[in-house]
């Protein structure tokens, strides 16, 4: 048999009702509407562009300091800031779609209503490649509204969502890991009509600074991402695709490296984001794709399709050629 190189390998990914020529996406919220990553790359190579979660007003966010370090990984607290709905449509979109990249737009609301309009909105705009609905972000005055934690409430938002948005447009549900039961919460949401299932958003965190003896972050709790919640991630698509093996996933959560993006296919992912690696490396993405091609090759898959799972068969026992 001879050995593959990472050019022959398809990274052809077909998921949640779309098509895209590699597995690799931006995370929401790490680099706005993409705009500011095409003087590193041509953002029309990626799979998909993911837009920070766009709500109907525009919104100033929360408190300084937004952002804190923490031991492999951030904590965050921006509290939604964002140009509401009229100027992502008017200007950031159509950048995007000029571009030809893939579009899949991050929506977040307060109200059901307010999710309604948003996916209307953005469901009826040309050139969207899919919906992802923010149903977990943890920067929110209420902790009652971090929907993605209640079954029946992410169910609502979702079926909402769904009713709202062109039948031809995907709706990617995207969860919290602060959960009980991850696998509960999707399937509540993939009856309610979700297309697919992005996993995770951050985790609920505090950072204490010891001089001050106050937390860090204006608004006291933060989102943590970074290659902490890595495993944490891992765990949430390999329990869903486990349970439901037919739902499309999209992982997320400390990627930085082919290595990672592999270990999000191996265990049920059909595409990957890239996030927070982009703060301090904003070429990774595309690094990403190139990294993952040659660690499919290495490993002898032709199709970055064949991996998708691959970590749930029974592994070989020694001596098993067949
Ligand atoms: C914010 C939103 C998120 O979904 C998240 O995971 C972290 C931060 C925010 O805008 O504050």
Redesign the pocket.
């Known amino acids: 048999m001879h050995a593959l190189s990472a050019g022959d390998v398809d990274l052809t990914t077909i998921l949640a009702d779309m098509t895209l020529p590699n597995p690799v996406m931006t995370a929401s919220?790490c680099a706005a509407a993409g705009r500011e990553l095409h003087q590193f790359f041509d953002v029309a190579d990626l799979g998909a562009v993911v837009t920070k979660?766009i709500m109907r007003d525009p919104r100033s966010g929360?408190p300084t300091p937004r952002m804190a370090e923490t031991p492999s990984g951030m904590l965050?607290?921006?509290?939604?800031?964002g140009p509401g709905i009229d100027a992502f449509l008017a200007v950031d979109l159509p950048w995007l779609v000029r571009r030809r990249a893939r579009p899949i737009v991050s929506i977040a609301g307060s109200t059901l209503v307010e999710y309604a309009e948003l996916a209307r909105r953005v469901g009826q705009s040309p050139g969207v490649t899919a919906v992802e609905v923010?149903i977990?972000?943890?920067?929110v005055e209420n902790r009652g509204l971090v929907f993605a934690c209640d079954p029946y409430q992410a169910a609502k938002v979702i079926s909402v969502v769904r009713r709202e948005t062109p039948p031809g447009v995907p709706v990617l549900a995207k969860l919290s890991p602060d959960v009980t039961s991850i696998v509960t919460v999707a399937e509540s949401v993939m009856e309610a009509g979700a297309t697919g299932l992005t996993l995770v958003?951050?985790l609920l965190g505090i950072s204490i600074d010891t001089e001050s003896l106050r937390p860090v972050l204006g608004g006291v709790t933060g989102?943590l991402s970074g290659p902490a919640i890595r495993p944490v991630a891992l765990r949430c698509v390999w329990q869903v695709h486990q349970a439901m093996p037919e739902v499309p996933v999209v992982g997320v959560g400390g990627i930085a490296s082919g290595q990672d993006a592999l270990e999000f296919l191996l265990a049920g992912a059909s595409a990957v984001q890239v996030g927070t690696v982009i703060f301090n490396d904003p070429g990774a993405p595309m690094r990403v794709v190139a990294e993952l091609a040659a660690e499919l090759a290495a490993r002898g898959f032709a199709k970055a399709a064949d991996a998708v799972g691959f970590a749930h068969r029974p592994a070989r026992l020694p001596g098993d050629t067949g």
Request: with cysteine; glycine share 18%; aromatic share 0%.
């Open positions: 919220g979660s929360r965050n607290s921006i509290g939604l800031q923010n977990s972000c943890p920067n958003n951050t989102g």
